[in-house]
């Protein structure tokens, strides 16, 4: 497989844990009220939730061309769309709606797992990037090359893990979430809305 896919896997599977979404502020918030560790068993549980929407995201783009092109563009469009209507609601974000207080988590591994494998946004958010990323090599996307693939997203969960971990226990990073959360809210709903327009492009064929 060439080399620029699996880069692409990866910084796609490095991308999908960066982004700032529920899980990066659940992180964040646990990180700053229990310390580093407590965050690093967050995400280590995470991590599962993880691996399973990359998953079912690859199975879809793999599928695409040996299944039903016509679902896998229905799907793509559908989430898609979904994550635009985020975007959007996250980019007109209101100053009341910040400095909510997470309550303290006393399992943070198992608060990690739940909350990564039910995250009713993680597939649409996790597709969308790997289409973003992959879409103009889907001719490469095979049923016998998705084990190589799944492989490069997990190396870039870890790298991503890894760098959150480090960067939860800076108290800078703590002190500027709290003081402009607002506006990582509203980064974040920017950033939603470009991969849902990515996607539609790619998926319909522009």
Request: aromatic share 10%; charged share 10%; net charge positive.
């Amino acid at each position: 497989m060439d080399a620029a896919v699996l880069f692409a896997a990866w910084l796609g599977g490095a991308i999908v844990v960066l982004t700032p979404g529920p899980a990066v502020l659940a992180l964040i918030a646990i990180g700053a009220a229990q310390g580093r560790r407590a965050g690093a068993a967050f995400i280590v549980g995470h991590l599962a939730g993880d691996l399973w929407w990359s998953v079912l995201a690859l199975a879809a783009m793999v599928g695409a061309q040996s299944l039903a092109p016509r679902l896998f563009q229905g799907l793509a469009l559908v989430c898609a769309a979904y994550l635009l209507w985020l975007g959007i609601a996250a980019m007109r974000a209101r100053a009341d709606r910040g400095g909510q207080t997470i309550p303290i988590a006393r399992h943070p591994l198992r608060r990690g797992l739940l909350f990564g494998m039910i995250n009713p946004k993680s597939y649409p958010v996790t597709l969308s990037v790997y289409t973003a990323l992959l879409g103009h090599d889907v001719a490469a996307l095979t049923w016998s090359n998705a084990p190589l693939l799944l492989a490069a997203c997990f190396a870039g969960f870890l790298a991503a893990d890894a760098i959150l971990v480090w960067l939860v226990g800076i108290p800078p990073v703590r002190w500027l979430y709290r003081r402009h959360e607002l506006w990582v809210v509203r980064g974040t709903g920017a950033m939603f809305v470009f991969f849902a327009l990515t996607t539609a492009w790619q998926a319909l064929g522009a």
